[in-house]
């Protein structure tokens, strides 16, 4: 089983529908969570941290089970520009980040 | 805005050959780490260093890969020989320090293509 296991995708959805991606991690030992976002062909690049108690940055909300070791990422009002793929990254300790497969997301005019 | 410099962009090589990829990691920042990116896959870890120490290469085979970073600062990732399954991305990251809530950054990646 791999430590982070996320929806597989591909998400299609129509310019501003709502849009969930879930993960899960298996390493009740992870201390940090992120959403990173990946565009084709680039590099992956941090989109938020992932707080316990939840955390909202303008369109985007995440949010962390720790008791279901569950993570979270919403995003509102989609735009064209959100087409990515999604990645979910947990570290613990001084160990390196560790990614999910990623969850690709085509917003669609 | 500083940023992590990888070279080069894109790699084309048969198979058999040696090959070599570089980065240098953002100024001063100590932890340096090489991932592997299948398409359709997310970045597996291959090394991470501490300064010019290595702390974790597990998952590299170590029959084929090579890596280093001798003065603690710019890092070679070598493969000898390549195989057909090494055609990935090869991206590198640096962060401060291995904290767990240090944000790691990434350079652009090198695209390798084995023929």
């Known amino acids: 089983r791999k430590e982070v296991e996320q929806d597989p995708g591909p998400f299609n959805v129509p310019e501003g529908a709502t849009v969930a991606f879930n993960c899960t991690y298996s390493?009740?030992?992870?201390?940090?969570f992120f959403w990173y976002r990946q565009d084709c062909r680039k590099e992956p690049k941090l989109l938020m941290s992932?707080?316990?108690s939840g955390n909202e940055d303008g369109r985007f909300t995440a949010q962390l089970n720790r008791a279901s070791q569950y993570i979270s990422l919403l995003i509102r009002d989609s735009k064209l520009s959100d087409s990515a793929t999604y990645l979910c990254?947990?570290?613990?300790?001084?160990?390196?980040?560790?990614f999910g497969k990623g969850t690709r997301l085509s917003v669609i005019a | 805005e500083a940023e992590v410099a990888q070279s080069p962009r894109y790699k084309i090589t048969e198979k058999s050959q040696a090959v070599a990829f570089w980065c240098d990691p953002i100024?001063?920042?100590?932890?340096l780490y090489w991932y592997r990116q299948i398409l359709g896959q997310g970045p597996e870890l291959l090394v991470q260093?501490?300064?010019?120490?290595?702390?974790?290469d597990s998952q590299l085979p170590k029959d084929r890969f090579s890596a280093e970073r001798l003065k603690g600062v710019d890092s070679t990732l070598k493969i000898q020989p390549a195989e057909l399954g090494d055609s990935a991305m090869y991206l590198c990251?640096?962060?401060?320090?291995?904290?767990?809530?240090?944000?790691?950054?990434f350079g652009q990646g090198t695209r390798l293509t084995v023929v």
């Open positions: 990251a640096s962060s401060l320090d291995r904290a767990w809530d240090t944000e790691a950054f």
């Open positions: 390493n009740s030992a992870s201390q940090s």
């Open positions: 992932v707080y316990s």
């Open positions: 990254v947990v570290k613990r300790g001084n160990t390196p980040l560790v």
């Open positions: 100024s001063g920042h100590a932890t």
């Open positions: 260093f501490q300064d010019e120490s290595v702390v974790d």
